[in-house]
């Protein structure tokens, strides 16, 4: 909830994605995919879909935590149409400058 309240959000074609900086060691992963987006088989086979394009950057994102709501095209999209979201979405947070942090 706190990243959809207080995150950035990016708009692909298939997927809205919000991120803000994570506490935690590695980038963590949520996703959404309501009925909207089909019946069970379609809605599973988008999850797994996404989770395997996010696995692929994930060594590489920066330290975030991401949400992932799947659009109603993304039943349609295929692997190929909701990778390519991702990868704009990786190389669209590369890009961001990041804040330095503080320790104390």
Known sequence: MAVQDH????????????????GAACARFGLTVSRRVGNAVVRNRVKRWLREAFRRVRAEFPLVDVVCVARPSAATAGWVGLATDVDAVFGWLVRL????????
């Open 97 to 104: 400058p990041q804040r330095p942090t503080v320790t104390r």
């Open 7 to 22: 995150g950035k959000r990016w708009s692909g074609t298939h997927v809205t994605v919000w991120f803000r900086p994570g």
